[in-house]
Structures are given as C-alpha cells and as structure tokens.
C-alpha cells in the first residue's frame, strides 16, 4: 500500500518561505514522477510543479522564479520552496507521485495573508 505524507504547510505572511514535504512509502517500485497540485476555493486544481527521476522540472507559469520543487530519491521525498510568497499561493497543496499510477497525499493548506 502507498502512502504519500505531507508536511509543512501553514499561515504566512505576504513575501514569506514556507518547504512543504512529500515523502513516499510502501512501494515496491520506483516512483518517476513527483510534484504537487494546488486547489484554491472555488477554483480547478492546478499543477504547480513537477520532478522526474532524473531531476527535469516543470512549474506553472505563476510560480516560476519564486517555487523550487527538488526530491531525494534515495528517502523517496520531494520537496516544494516556496518564497515570496503571494496571497493567490493560498490554496490546499496535493503533492503525487507516478508509481505505475498515480497516488496523492493528504493535501495540506497553505495561507498567505498581510
């Protein structure tokens, strides 16, 4: 059985950090992709960024310069840099990982407030 655990988000202040984790266990196999998704209220999910194994990333558009999505593959974790962080970053993070399917983590809420 895989299970993705996330960790790390929280309230923040506009032009702040926060490092949201996903770490991944129970599978046999190798995991090839990463990443996270975002849902803000009202809104379809959106992918913010992605990692393949061999460490190729992708980002959205709104988060590129500011996010940095990294992972260690060796403890099976990814990890999502957020800086300067926006209100419209407020959202419930979803990270997944592609292991012959895909598999999602609990969500994690994210606020960012003046």
């Known amino acids: 059985q895989v299970q993705l655990v996330e960790s790390g988000g929280g309230l923040v202040q506009i032009g702040g950090s926060l490092r949201l984790s996903c770490a991944a266990s129970g599978s046999m196999f190798s995991i090839n992709v990463m990443g996270w998704y975002r849902q803000a209220p009202g809104k379809q999910r959106e992918l913010v960024a992605a990692?393949?194994?061999?460490?190729?990333?992708n980002y959205a558009d709104s988060v590129k310069g500011r996010f940095t999505i990294s992972r260690d593959n060796a403890k099976n974790t990814a990890y999502l840099q957020m800086n300067s962080l926006k209100p419209e970053d407020t959202a419930v993070y979803y990270c997944?990982?592609?292991?012959?399917?895909?598999?999602w983590g609990q969500g994690t809420q994210v606020t960012v407030s003046s």
């Open positions: 997944y990982a592609n292991i012959r399917e895909r598999y």
């Open positions: 990692i393949t194994t061999s460490g190729s990333t």
